[in-house]
């Protein structure tokens, strides 16, 4: 683990192509520009790459085109399939080099994926990179957008440590926790443990907040209580589920912002296909996968907290 600032001048400091320019990536790649890197970046969003314009960034039309100067590339993409067409072509099997990103880079850049993806994905674009004398590392990150605008998401890394060794001053800038997790694929593996966890803590203190509220408690005590009790969480810390018992959290903003139930939905479903593929039992996150899939054929943009209206249905104006 490192929580290193970046101390690089800016004269040394690599020249970064950022793909991906979502509610995560958007803040992380400011908190770049901020640290004076220079980026060029690439998203399909026109709002997207407009904001990151204003910051500092120059825009690229592909990301190709983004990269081409780059030393380090850096990616922040919804899903396997999305990390596949930019970095393998348009097929994701790695034989459409003519539209495969690392066909176009040269030996020796830095490719950081910063996605959830299934491990296998992870590897199969590692292994493609290391044919092309390119270091990739998968970086999958914790802590939501608050904890990507203010820089202090938590990043789990797979890959070389001569990879990660380049990489942590880079992650420091948007990261204050920066963990090497083991080889290509354990990134990705712990990120998707997480998240498994997360899910069932999420579901779990919705359902314990309900059953107190339907009893006459009122929610912000009955936090309280909990926080300072045996069933304190990080969900009742920093991310409580409830309207109005915390400010600036998505519970109290119509559950808008922060991590989409359609994404944790996902996250969960990596990790039952991990526990399939590698004959673990995971009775708790085959529940909490299961309400999920509930609840995001309605609520799939809100944030995951959202969960709460499984319960309380008058929570989601």
Known sequence: MSTTNDNT?????????????????????????????????????????????????????????????????????????????????????????????????????????SSTIAASDARMVADAAAKLDIEFLDAPV??????????????????????????????????????????????????ICNNMLLGILMAGTAEAINLGVKNGLDPKVLSDIMLQ???????????????QVMENVPSSKNYEGGFMSKLMQKDLNLALQTAKDSHVETPMGSKATELYEEHTTKHGDKDFSSIMARHDKSVLS
Do not use: C
């Open 142 to 191: 914790s802590g939501g957008t608050g904890g990507a605008i203010a820089g202090s998401l938590t990043f789990i890394v797979g890959g070389s440590t001569a990879a990660f060794e380049k990489a942590e001053p880079i992650l420091a800038v948007m990261g204050k926790n920066i963990f090497h997790a083991g080889d290509h694929g354990a990134g990705q593996v712990a990120k």
């Open 9 to 113: 001048s800016s004269a040394n400091k690599p020249n970064i192509a950022f793909i991906g320019l979502g509610n995560m990536g958007a803040p992380m790649a400011e908190n770049l520009l901020k640290a004076g890197y220079k980026l060029s970046v690439y998203d399909l969003s026109a709002e997207a790459t407009k904001r990151l314009q204003d910051a500092g960034a120059s825009v690229a039309d592909s990301p190709q085109s983004a990269a081409a100067n780059a030393q380090v590339v850096i990616s922040m993409l919804p899903a396997g399939k999305h990390v596949h067409a930019v970095y393998l072509g348009s097929d994701g099997s790695g034989n459409d080099e003519s539209q495969g990103l690392l066909s176009a880079l040269p030996k020796g850049t830095l490719v950081i994926d």
């Open 229 to 243: 009790s045996s069933g304190r969480n990080w969900t009742l810390e920093v991310y409580n589920p409830y309207p």
